[in-house]
């Protein structure tokens, strides 16, 4: 189940990461300003984020045997869309919002995951689970060769393809946990109930920074690298997909930790070095080796906050309610995404330097890591106790 779960989340984020290796063609295609291709690549991000909301909250109550394949399906239309209809902005603008379903699949599977496990090892297959966001590694590696290669319809069709099997794979072989429990009430109550929670606010946040940051880098990196440091297309999307593999490789390396340590000091780690690596970056040394270091050091620490983070959740929320609440926090993943790319395309068209969003960057880390010290270390505390006397 695990591996039928992950495959499906990596499929949805192979097609929800589509457009940003192509945001550099696009740009010279469409003659797009630096903004508008930022906000092309981002589009997709902001509603696979928002979606995540309704999508937990209804795999809570319908199960991931049902969600998946229906994620994996639907996300084939905006994806043939996009590959053979979209030839303006408007049009590409369009079909990224609907792409955006792809992103939602991260709401099916964690309930789902964290129902066939034990709390004592929820950390690292929810980390394992999160190898899906490698989705996006492979589309940097793939889109635009298969884009030179065959046409600019090629990667399309490869993904709506693949989609269409699995689909069809997991409605015959999925299954969820026969005891799992089903959350009552309405979509909305449940919604409302998690959006109350003060666990998820802070929960939310953290998300926002760890998974957020690995978000904005892995769509707008590939601009990045062709403005700051004049790399060609295709050089700059197999370096883009290096920054993603070693975030993917770390996720559940950062819920292994968790498991073994707890994840509060796993996830101030992991903050403390994000935000050393983003002042590095700052810097805006040559690429090699300082900045190189600087970017896996950020892909390292990025990947295992976003991994002890679900371990947290595993914690600190009540199994009927992980779907919800996971719906909250991985909004606030994506939206943590959706903002940095844009940031950055304003700075670059305003200054013509990438310094202050790196800055910026390091500050939020700063007080992420804070928060996780303070006020986080004593919640989680406080739930280690209630479950003693529990049991």
């Known amino acids: 189940m695990l591996v039928l779960a992950t495959t499906g989340f990596g499929l949805c984020f192979w097609a929800w990461a589509l457009l940003s290796p192509l945001g550099p063609r696009l740009r010279e295609d469409l003659g797009l300003s630096a903004f508008q291709q930022a906000l092309v690549v981002a589009v997709p991000v902001i509603v696979g984020s928002l979606g995540r909301i309704p999508v937990g909250s209804l795999t809570d109550r319908w199960g991931a045997r049902m969600m998946f394949p229906a994620v994996a399906a639907l996300t084939i239309l905006p994806v043939l869309y996009l590959g053979h209809a979209a030839d303006s ?200 080796p300082v900045g190189t270091i600087a970017f896996l050091g950020l892909a390292a620490g990025l990947g295992a906050g976003s991994g002890a983070v679900f371990a947290l959740v595993a914690r600190l929320v009540r199994p009927e309610r992980v779907g919800s609440v996971t719906g909250v926090v991985g909004a606030a993943g994506g939206l943590g995404g959706f903002f940095p790319p844009l940031v950055m395309g304003l700075i670059a068209g305003a200054v013509g330097d990438y310094t202050w969003g790196f800055v910026l960057l390091a500050a939020t880390t700063a007080t992420a890591g804070a928060l996780t010290a303070t006020v986080v270390r004593r919640r989680a505390r406080a739930e280690a106790t209630t479950d003693k006397k529990r049991t």
Do not use: H, K
């Open 89 to 288: 902005l408007p049009e590409v603008l369009a079909g990224g919002f609907l792409l955006g379903l792809g992103g939602t699949a991260f709401a099916v599977g964690v309930p789902f995951v964290n129902a066939w496990y034990p709390a004592e090892r929820r950390g690292a297959a929810l980390g394992l689970f999160g190898i899906g966001t490698g989705g996006t590694a492979l589309s940097a590696f793939t889109t635009v060769q298969l884009a030179d290669a065959a046409g600019r319809s090629m990667p399309f069709d490869v993904v709506a393809g693949c989609l269409a099997v699995y689909a069809v794979v997991a409605r015959l072989l999925l299954r969820d946990r026969p005891d799992r429990p089903v959350a009552s009430g309405s979509m909305l109550s449940r919604t409302a109930l998690a959006l109350r929670t003060t666990d998820t606010w802070q929960l939310a946040f953290l998300y926002a920074v760890s998974f957020g940051g690995f978000v904005a880098f892995s769509v707008y990196l590939p601009t990045y690298l062709t403005t700051a440091y004049d790399l060609g297309r295709a050089d700059a999307a197999v370096r883009t997909a290096g920054f993603v593999v070693l975030a993917v490789a770390m996720r559940p390396v950062g819920g292994w930790l968790s498991d073994r340590w707890q994840p509060v000091p796993v996830l101030i780690g992991s903050y403390t070095c994000v935000c050393a690596f983003a002042l590095v970056a700052a810097a805006e040394f040559g690429l090699v």
